[in-house]
């Protein structure tokens, strides 16, 4: 077995993202409608053949004017007459001349002459005339045609998240339908002869199969499509097709369990067997030391790929044969429950977010606290505690969660929404310092 040595949690970070081959912006995209686009990767560039605004219009219900008639207004009141109403919707036809107004609403098309819109507040009117009772400024409450965008530039980038704002944006531009990357098909299996489904009795040694409802809610909160393949037994021939196929299959493949040092920890093994490339065995991080990741160049392990029996999968028509257009990143995540959580927040994530399309802020963002408790690490690995942040007179605190920290503990974990950090070499963090944490947002790392 080649002798990989335990690398830091920035260096494993950096070595992931460097494997990851985002995916193609021709190939592994769709068309949806903008109705359904919300949270999806836009994958070509948008621009429209439309100004913003298209004409210039009034940004106020009040008279447009010539800012020449109506200048002196605060000494002196101008009286103009009034020869056009013009509402939102509505073509003006006549142009404004001297000691003319025309009755302008909100969004309306300011008519040809007119060059500043008086509010009606500071107006009188009095049948078709209206006193002009306040100087307004040259050209004031005037939305200008293309002040806010060009026709012909770009409008939107390839590779940003569709959020509300630039759904609205695409409506605006006429854009029904889109361009998309297809969500990141994501394989995930549990390893282990103790695991049962969530609806078998258990018998004394057995327990319930928890990470892959936890990976599957990871991966679909992050935007991807979680493939299940269910719980493989400790027997390397079962693994080993369960790893060809969902190699053959998927963009990520997550598989928990099995990548200890323990008699029965396979994985690793396979993955050699299956000649991956194994980059990464062990990360200096707690929970989550024994991590293995690793690459097949796109036909070895598909090669050794039978259709598998797919009775064991949660869903056994996630089981079907998909096949993936790019080369598979294997993440074989440690079995303990916690481990599986804080490990997918810290690498997998920023792997899925990276191959998904989106072109920047992969990597999680920390946040700068204070601790409401003391906060222990035994120093010599980056130490992952879970906890909430509360706001408390508009600043955060990070409060730990109570109970056990041990990454076999999952049950303390629930209704958490951080992790504290604490670096390798600190082992005390007193009440009231400052400390680093990662918000977790429904579930998932809030990405800049
Ligand atoms: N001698 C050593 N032993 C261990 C080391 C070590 O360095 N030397 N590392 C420990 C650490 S740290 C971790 S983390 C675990 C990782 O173990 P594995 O990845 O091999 O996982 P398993 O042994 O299969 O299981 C560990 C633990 O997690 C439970 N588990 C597994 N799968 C699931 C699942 N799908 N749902 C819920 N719980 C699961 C399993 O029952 C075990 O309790 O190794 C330590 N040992
Ligand atoms: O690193 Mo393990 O995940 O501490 O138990
Ligand atoms: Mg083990």
Partial sequence: MEAIAMVSVSDAQAIILNLVQPLNHQQDTEVVDLLVADSRILAVPVTSPLDFPHWDNSAMDGYAVRYEDVQHSSENPAVLEIVEDIPAGYQPKSTIQPGQAARIFTGAVIPAGADTVVMQEKTRREENRVFILDAPKPQEFVRHKASFYQSGTQLLPAGIKLNAPEIAV???????????????????????????????????????????YALAALVRQSGAEPILLGIVKD??????????????????????GGVSVGDYDYVDKILESLKAKIHIRSVE????????????????AINHTD??????????????????????????????PAAVLVTFWRFVLPA????????????PVFLKVRSHHELRSNGKRETYLWGK????????????????????????????????????????IYPQEEVQVLQLSNGSIQFS
């Fill in 170 to 212: 695409l409506a605006a531009a006429q854009c029904p339908q889109l361009s998309v990357y297809r969500r990141p098909r994501v394989a995930i299996f549990s390893t282990g002869d103790e695991l049962m489904t969530v609806d078998q009795p258990l018998q004394p040694g057995q327990i319930v199969d928890s990470n892959q």
């Fill in 235 to 256: 027997d390397p021939v079962a693994l080993e097709k369960v790893i060809a196929h969902a190699v053959a299959i998927a963009d990520i493949v997550l598989s928990s």
């Fill in 285 to 300: 991080m707690r929970p989550g030391k024994p991590l293995t990741v690793a690459t097949f160049s796109s036909t070895d």
């Fill in 307 to 336: 259709a598998i029996n797919p009775t064991d999968a949660i869903n056994p028509t996630d089981a079907i044969n998909r096949v993936s257009t790019n080369s598979p990143l294997y993440f074989g995540l440690p079995g303990n």
């Fill in 352 to 363: 899925i977010k990276k191959l998904s399309g989106i072109t920047e802020g992969w990597e």
């Fill in 389 to 428: 942040l509360h706001l408390i007179d508009g600043v955060y605190e990070f409060h730990q969660a109570d109970g056990s920290q041990s990454s076999g503990n999952l049950i303390n974990l629930a209704q958490t929404n951080a992790l504290a950090v604490i670096p390798v070499g600190k082992t005390l």
